[in-house]
């Protein structure tokens, strides 16, 4: 996309619900995972945070593929992530005037997706925060910061790449789900591997649980702003492309 061409318009109203309904499936199924994964008296029980890292990272990985690849996913561009869905705004792919519709709605999604995990398993969740983050007490709030910052500046920068090139394009589900993952696994046990706003929002205000929720809701929206701004960089510096679509399930049609 160049300097000159038009602003996509708002995208339909019926997108914005579906990003609300692909946040609360995500948000529900890591309340699940959490519950069966952190809970001492689940028989899938893992006591070692890092091992049990080690299992959530790539099946939180898989879940975001696979709602990528959803028809929810396909219809809304599949983001469930307000750092995401500024990213591509500032990259010119993404109307402006639907940003805080697809912001409300995942924090929506956040929010209900959390309380129908509380909901389907009972109070054991409430013993594991609804799965709410907290980063490690070796770390002061500068470090998580930076850490959440730069997480999604880098995811920002490879799906602002493989957006541009349809080629490359059917690589960014895998992309994204593998980067979530790794984050997981490797950040997990220092930051709480968040790099989403939408992922800590619901569990930490039905948990209560203030502690560094505001670099968890900020670092990753600059992290995006940052990744935007350097790509813009890079493509005024090598003449690489610009992103031709918001949707990170890319088809042949360029102008989704």
């Not at 493989?162 to 490359?168: E, G, K, V």
């Amino acid at each position: 996309m160049t300097a000159s061409a038009p602003r996509p318009a708002a995208v339909p109203t019926g997108q914005v619900w579906c990003e609300f309904a692909l946040t609360t499936v995500l948000l529900f199924l890591v309340v699940t995972i959490v519950r069966w994964v952190r809970v001492p008296a689940s028989p899938l029980y893992v006591g070692d945070l890092r091992l049990a890292l080690a299992v959530v990272g790539p099946v939180a990985g898989l879940l975001i593929i696979g709602l990528i690849l959803s028809p929810w996913g396909r219809r809304s561009g599949g983001h469930m992530n307000p750092a995401v869905t500024v990213a591509v705004w500032l990259m010119d792919v993404f109307p402006g005037v639907s940003v805080l519709p697809y912001i409300a709605a995942q924090l929506a999604g956040s929010l209900l997706g959390a309380s129908l995990g509380r909901l389907v398993w009972g109070p054991v969740v409430s013993a594991v925060d609804f799965g709410a983050l907290r980063p490690a007490s070796t770390w002061p709030p500068s470090a998580v910061f930076l850490a959440e910052t730069g997480c999604i500046l880098v995811l920002t920068l490879a799906v602002g790449f493989l957006l541009a090139y349809p080629s490359f394009g059917r690589w960014l589900p895998a992309t994204v789900g593998g980067c979530i993952a790794l984050i997981i696994v490797i950040f997990g046990p220092l930051t709480g591997g968040s790099a989403n706003p939408a992922r800590q929002f619901g569990p930490a205000v039905l948990a209560g649980q203030e502690t560094d929720l505001l670099i968890y809701l900020v670092a990753p929206v600059l992290g995006a702003v940052l990744g935007a701004s350097v790509h813009h960089l890079l493509y005024r510096r090598f003449q690489l492309r610009e992103p031709i679509t918001y949707k990170l399930a890319v088809t042949a049609d360029r102008n989704q």
